[in-house]
């Protein structure tokens, strides 16, 4: 790695701190996501932010090998939760809440190779219209 | 001993009191929260099972078959890549020509050989009996399709759309029948067995077989079964009668 | 090695450019199988061990048996092998890379190689096997080591009977991949771990003369002295009458089974290509030609030598063709007694037809390994001192 990259890399790294830590300020400079639907998230935001690879791998673990459904963090409910309003889904564009944020991180996202990216009809249905405010 | 060491020890041992004392409450909350139909790992207790009556297994019909695709969001088309985890088989016997027709699927042994050949454990059989691939460790080797006695696995060989979300699946790793564990997990009963009730021939019947009240423990006491491929002690919890 | 003449310097370059080029095509070839799934190979939910692993299958049992000359100088103390001993362990590692190479670019998720190395199943015989593949690469590194340095001469026979032992449970290992398929009439057989140690024999010793004539040509030397010769030319031959009496033992211990008559006259008789293959490709030119030049005293020269190993050579491919690729073909017995009908291929005969990137992936491992044991050969001294420099000496 040159001195460049590494200053590019450390900058970064100060910037997505900046986004995790520094509230209203950082919604500026971090990605523009269309909005979930009502109601808090399982966790706390910034926790899940930080902490959602973790929870996901916990849970499918439980799932696929000990056959525990409806865990508290099932990436089937993630997707119900943030799925975009306009098409029911989490990927698409920048805007579409797990890509955006996954592009703005330059983190490859690989759930959805296998995993589907659309909300459950069920959750479409359910989901109040007046969405989005917490 | 020194008296600051018994100190410490003693300080220990009530802290670990006071925390499980703390810690015990939520937990016996957290148990009343999930004494739910899934909400508990599956036990040991259970075996999962299936007895395929051929002789009410209607030769052309193919009910069961496009009830697991619609189900687990397969495509549905039978070129040699494409994945069937149930497929219609039409037997002939060769001496008398009798005729059998009867679905195959994954027989989800108690002593599975794609278990035992998958270097990375991606191949698994739950404590219920059912035998399913973990798709975050499988590396796509297909190791488990050369073990398996039953033809019983396909491999992804392109990319996939259209996944349900109960049922991931995509390129690059091997995948069955699953039992239609989603639903099963959730007191369910496969869609295949579902599909050939509604179509009247209710050729299949699944239930528990470690429970001998259950309709399949009775029907596999009362009538002759067979499991495929019995030479190899496999314990299929698949079983056919009639053949 | 090191190039004497302006020519053979460019030749040494001209090589190593092919042999990467080979390397850098059966790269792109996997990228694109890995873009596009397995559709675009001849694989599919029958035959799912395709062409990459008839390639990969040969290096790896190439690979152990390319440790022939090392084990013989270092184990059995036959003091006029030892000066070839480095050039034999560098192929087995060169071999080796190339194989793996293949088999991990074949996976449907290569990414996930961490997985493989962070999850074992101990009772796969395949998790046994990467850890026996990666201790090979790590006793032939310290092997190589003692070999070469001269304070650690001490060592290289400990060294050399654990390398001797280990490889005999590796070609164990990768033979039992196959033996302990329960369910399949092709495999199923405990004597497919003898008959792999006895193939690999064979095919090691075979690279191994075409790499050390080769290598020797490219520094301008004699290939190896004549006495030398006469035995690796000798005990070639044994090697190829040792895997033909495996062959055999497996062929007619099916044939005695009434439940296997079916697999065995698919695979000996009416089922083409594969009788073809086996029959003319590994008996004929893979086995008796190659027998005919390394007993009969007309084809006394190290030339001849090198065109039986190469005949070797391309029959161990026939032979893993037939073996692998044929015994998925037929059939699966799970009704015996009936005929079988259905959408997925019950009871039916598989069509595999390889495809480009699934054969330039096979072919780029061979150049890996060729490339591997050619730049080895520029950098370490493995070549014994000038065989002609020395008799002239004496």
Known sequence: ?134 | MNPVDQRRRDFLGKAAVAAGAMIAPGVILYDYAHAKQGAEPVSGKVRWGMLIDTTKCASGCRECVDACNRENGLPGSTRPTDSQWIRKVDLKDLKSGKAVSLPVMCQHCAEPPCVDVCPTGASFKREDGIVLVDRHTCIGCRYCMMACPYKARSFVHEPTTGQKPDVPRGKGCVESCTLCVHKVDRGGTPSCVEACAAAGHGAIVFGDLNDPASEISKRVRAATTTQLRADLRTDNGVRYQGL | MEPTSASSRRAFWALLAAGGALVAVALGAAHYMEVHGHAVTGMNNQVVWGLPHVFAIFLIVAASGALNVASIGSVFGEAAYKPHSPLSVLLTVALLAGGLMVLVLDLGRPERLVVAATHYNFRSIFAWNMILYNGLFAICALYLWALLERRLGGYAKPVGLAAFAWRIILTTGTGSIFGFLVARQAYASGVIAPLFIALSLAWGLAAFHLAQCGLARLAGREPMDAELHARVRRLLAIFVIAALYFVAVHHLTNLYWAKQAAFERFILVTGAPYPALFWGGFVVAGSAVPLVLLLHPGFAGPRATAAASLLVSLGALAFLYVFIIGGQAFPLEIFPGYEVASAFHDGQVDGYAPSLPEFLLGLGGIAAAFVIALAGARALPVLPPDTVAVAAAK
């Open chain 1, 1 to 134: 790695m040159t001195v460049a990259g590494i200053l590019r890399a450390a900058a970064a790294a100060a910037l997505l701190l900046a986004g995790s830590a520094a509230g209203p300020l950082a919604h500026a400079s971090g990605p523009a996501l269309d909005a979930a639907r009502a109601g808090p998230c399982v966790e706390d935001p910034k926790l899940m932010r930080r902490s959602h690879p973790d929870f996901l791998k916990h849970g499918r673990d439980d799932t696929v090998r000990k056959g525990i459904r409806g865990i508290r963090h099932s990436l089937a409910a993630c997707v119900d939760c943030h799925a975009s309003r306009a098409d029911g889904r989490v990927l698409g564009s920048e805007r579409h809440f797990c890509q955006g944020c996954h592009d703005y991180a330059a983190v490859k996202v690989d759930c959805f190779d296998c995993h589907a990216s659309t909300a459950r009809p069920a959750a479409t249905a359910a989901a109040p219209a007046t969405g989005g405010a917490r």
